[in-house]
């Protein structure tokens, strides 16, 4: 059986997740379109994939499980217009493999890149040899699925935690009901910055994540109560709360002087590396400090 005149198979990259299993699995989706094939036509798809990360380094997925899917119909099944369906590409991966990935991609972004290749087996007939010139390995048309770009956050939230690999934390500083200032409104503005420049996750963006952080939290030091009685046997929830407060803002201001070029006197420590890691306690810390705050006032 071969292709009928005007024959195609198309396929686009889809949707990267994880898939929980006894050893996780990598899945990649595809939409596949096809149409003038033969009725009962089925093709055979193998797909092959490496992931490079932005900070360096490459990961072979090596081939998935090949994939075998109808894609010709008699006219009255509606052969006679493209047919639309998708298919999966899943690597099962070890930890060994998982850890290895983690360590390239050092919670920056990384690219998958695909090639799909694909064969038109005749029902009932085995997987022909590879290859064959009457049934050759084609590459679909109009050509190869595109790179796929994935940063961190879509990583952690499509990936990881299916894996049970990571946690996702939502949160939301609301405007007081009443007497809401300037102040109020910018420091919303600064976290919501440092949220959008950790997404990116390219080095200079989180350097300029945690830098927004703790513009954040300079003007939260201005809304903090600042009486708190010397005794601590003595003070009340409002002083109990505020020395809290003071506690969370140094440890804020320690994180960015601890990733603050300007704080190391020795030159060659000043071109540090800006981590994730260091954004995400800047923010976190940030928009905690803010919740509390904004509570009482």
């Known amino acids: ?11 686009t990259a889809g949707e990267l997740r994880g898939i929980p299993a006894a050893e996780p699995i990598l899945q990649l989706t595809f939409e596949v379109e096809a149409g003038g094939l033969s009725d009962g036509a089925s093709v055979l798809f193998v797909v092959t994939g490496f992931l490079t990360a932005e900070a360096g380094g490459t990961i072979v997925l090596g081939t998935a ?20 369906t998708q298919i999966a590409a899943q690597w099962m991966l070890s930890d060994s493999a998982i850890e290895r990935i983690e360590k390239i991609r050092d919670g920056g972004v990384l690219t998958l890149y695909p090639t799909c290749e694909y064969a038109l087996l005749s029902p009932g007939v085995t997987p022909p040899g590879w290859p064959q010139p009457q049934r050759p390995i084609r590459v679909p048309w109009p050509g190869q699925p595109t790179a796929i770009r994935v940063d961190a956050h879509q990583w952690t939230q499509d990936v990881l935690i299916p894996w049970q690999l990571a946690s996702a934390v939502s949160l939301v500083v609301a405007l007081p009901a009443a007497g809401a200032t300037d102040d109020h409104r910018t420091v919303v503005s600064r976290l919501q910055t440092a949220k959008q420049l950790l997404t990116v996750g390219k080095p200079e963006n989180l350097k300029a994540s945690v830098a927004a952080s703790r513009e954040a939290c300079e003007l939260l030091r201005k809304m903090r109560p600042a009486m708190v009685n010397g005794s601590a046997k003595q003070r009340g929830l409002a002083e109990r709360e505020a020395v809290i407060l003071d506690k969370i803002i140094d440890l804020a201001q320690a994180l960015f002087d601890y990733d603050s070029a300007a704080s190391h006197p020795n030159p060659y420590l000043r071109d540090i590396a800006w981590r994730r890691e260091n954004a995400v306690l800047a923010l976190g810390t940030a928009t905690s400090l803010a919740q509390l705050i904004f509570a009482r006032t």
């Open 65 to 84: 499980p090949p994939v075998v899917k109808q894609l010709g119909f008699s006219a009255s099944q509606g052969g006679g217009t493209p047919y639309t």
């Open 1 to 11: 059986m071969g292709f009928v005149t005007g024959s195609y198979v198309s396929v």
